[in-house]
């Protein structure tokens, strides 16, 4: 599965944003998909996911009732939209997939994207 992120940008804090992943190659709808972030000096952590069949998803707790995952099996796309940003929202964020929903963490991903990075200032 070849992930491709795109969408980042520079937003005020407050503000909305939409992150998009792509996916080519292996079945994508067989893939549980998710998001990662790294801060500037920090290490990478787990922000959203949701299952294959987009019927269950889970979140930090730092971007509970801000962030939505979503997905279009039919475009091969995973979606992230982000509102209230705060500047420590403030990261490159990374589209991940994986076969395994009880370990979707960091090393149990499969297949990582490029990155997209976004700014939020205050």
């Known amino acids: 599965v070849q992930l491709q992120a795109s969408g980042g940008g520079l937003v005020q804090a407050g503000g909305s944003l939409r992150v998009s992943c792509a996916a080519s190659?292996?079945?994508?709808?067989?893939?549980?998909m998710g998001w990662f972030r790294q801060a500037p000096g920090k290490e990478r952590e787990f922000v959203t996911a949701?299952?294959?069949?987009?019927?269950?998803?889970k979140y930090a707790d730092s971007v509970k009732g801000r962030f939505t995952i979503s997905r279009d099996n039919a475009k091969n796309t995973v979606y992230l939209q982000m509102n209230s940003l705060k500047p420590e929202d403030t990261a490159v964020y990374y589209c991940?997939?994986?076969?395994?929903?009880?370990?979707?963490?960091?090393?149990?991903?499969?297949?990582w994207g490029q990155g997209t990075l976004v700014t939020v200032s205050s």
């Open positions: 991940a997939a994986s076969r395994f929903w009880g370990s979707f963490d960091i090393g149990g991903i499969e297949y």
């Open positions: 949701v299952t294959w069949s987009g019927d269950n998803t």
């Open positions: 190659g292996r079945t994508f709808s067989g893939y549980h």
